[in-house]
């Protein structure tokens, strides 16, 4: 055929590849099916929350304090009532935190199988006091030993819980800034520290999507033995991708002028009321802890 230029028209056409039919329509590729189990990942328990409570408004180093002030409270004596005492102040106070019932649950859910181990544990390796309870073959529980476990127990539960309920609470950039601002920190390492942070749920989401790929090329685990031979060529690939990344973010950080000893800040770290208010409670559920179990005698300084 000519063109309207009477020029012909040499223009190559495509030949029909094999299982083509009379109109050069080509059959479609195969999809491939991914199992249930092939969800996006879910990044949400590295979000922090962010409802507009006072609590979660607060600065976060007033925050860090709180969380130190409660260990404190637990940390100096193995006994059932100071820890009973904080642990149930913590969960009357827990709502002031903004975390829902359902982010709760998310967040905490590992919490009371972590206690429990613990307790048993203590439970079998304690000293063995008191009257037996229990003795069946090498397996000696105690009265003694039952009391150790279950204090160790909600001593766990009692210092694990305001620390996951303040850093879901706790937003990594306006931390930065105030260890930068407040505490003077070098700002290299935090601001460092801060990309890292926010890489994690891009790595997290990597992961699966490297794990996608290989199962998309039909490399994909599927037995256990498998499967835990396949983390290597994942975790090398991730290694790679996040070196690469890594070096293109100090380049990029470098020359925003971070580290440099004159810098000005965009958002300013301040304390406000409601941060003495949060110390101040974490003082008093600590003296409330501690002063209930010396009431009950059964207040032991561990260092002595």
């Given at each position: 055929?000519?063109?309207?230029?009477?020029?012909?028209?040499?223009?190559?056409?495509?030949?029909?590849?094999?299982?083509?039919?009379?109109?050069?329509?080509?059959?479609?590729?195969?999809?491939?099916?991914?199992?249930?189990?092939?969800?996006?990942?879910?990044?949400?328990?590295?979000?922090?929350?962010?409802?507009?409570?006072?609590?979660?408004?607060?600065?976060?180093?007033?925050?860090?304090?709180?969380?130190?002030i409660l260990m404190c409270g637990v940390l100096f004596s193995i006994d059932i009532v100071s820890a009973s005492v904080m642990?149930?102040?913590?969960?009357?106070?827990?709502?002031?935190?903004?975390?829902?019932?359902?982010?709760?649950?998310?967040?905490?859910?590992?919490?009371?199988?972590?206690?429990?181990?613990?307790?048993?544990?203590?439970?079998?390796?304690?000293?063995?006091?008191?009257?037996?309870?229990?003795?069946?073959?090498?397996?000696?529980?105690?009265?003694?030993?039952?009391?150790?476990?279950?204090?160790?127990?909600?001593?766990?539960?009692?210092?694990?819980?305001?620390?996951?309920?303040?850093?879901?609470?706790?937003?990594?950039?306006?931390?930065?800034?105030?260890?930068?601002?407040?505490?003077?920190?070098?700002?290299?390492?935090?601001?460092?520290?801060?990309?890292?942070?926010?890489?994690?749920?891009?790595?997290?989401?990597?992961?699966?999507?490297?794990?996608?790929?290989?199962?998309?090329?039909?490399?994909?685990?599927?037995?256990?033995?498998r499967r835990l031979g396949g983390v290597v060529p994942v975790a090398f690939a991730l290694l790679v991708q996040a070196i690469?990344?890594?070096?293109?973010?100090?380049?990029?950080?470098?020359?925003?002028?971070?580290?440099?000893?004159?810098?000005?800040?965009?958002?300013?770290?301040?304390?406000?009321?409601?941060?003495?208010?949060?110390?101040?409670?974490?003082?008093?559920?600590?003296?409330?802890?501690?002063?209930?179990?010396?009431?009950?005698?059964?207040?032991s300084l561990i260092l002595t």
């Amino acid at each position: 055929m000519n063109s309207p230029d009477n020029t012909p028209n040499t223009t190559a056409q495509p030949t029909p590849a094999p299982g083509e039919g009379a109109a050069g329509s080509q059959a479609a590729p195969r999809a491939v099916i991914l199992p249930r189990s092939a969800a996006p990942v879910q990044v949400d328990l590295l979000v922090p929350i962010r409802r507009r409570t006072a609590f979660v408004r607060a600065n976060p180093l007033s925050k860090m304090a709180l969380a130190f002030i409660l260990m404190c409270g637990v940390l100096f004596s193995i006994d059932i009532v100071s820890a009973s005492v904080m642990l149930a102040l913590q969960v009357l106070l827990l709502p002031l935190t903004g975390l829902r019932i359902g982010a709760m649950l998310k967040r905490l859910w590992f919490l009371p199988g972590a206690a429990l181990i613990a307790a048993w544990a203590t439970t079998i390796l304690a000293e063995k006091t008191g009257d037996v309870l229990v003795h069946i073959g090498p397996l000696l529980i105690t009265t003694g030993s039952l009391a150790s476990g279950t204090a160790i127990g909600v001593r766990v539960l009692a210092l694990a819980l305001p620390g996951i309920a303040i850093a879901s609470t706790v937003d990594p950039t306006d931390l930065a800034d105030a260890l930068v601002q407040k505490l003077h920190l070098p700002e290299r390492f935090v601001m460092s520290a801060l990309a890292a942070t926010r890489l994690v749920t891009l790595f997290t989401a990597e992961w699966q999507t490297l794990s996608f790929a290989r199962r998309a090329r039909g490399v994909g685990p599927d037995t256990l033995l498998r499967r835990l031979g396949g983390v290597v060529p994942v975790a090398f690939a991730l290694l790679v991708q996040a070196i690469r990344r890594g070096t293109r973010l100090a380049m990029a950080m470098e020359g925003r002028g971070f580290g440099t000893s004159r810098r000005t800040q965009l958002r300013q770290s301040r304390f406000h009321p409601r941060d003495a208010v949060i110390v101040a409670v974490g003082v008093l559920m600590s003296v409330a802890a501690i002063g209930a179990a010396i009431a009950a005698g059964t207040w032991s300084l561990i260092l002595t």
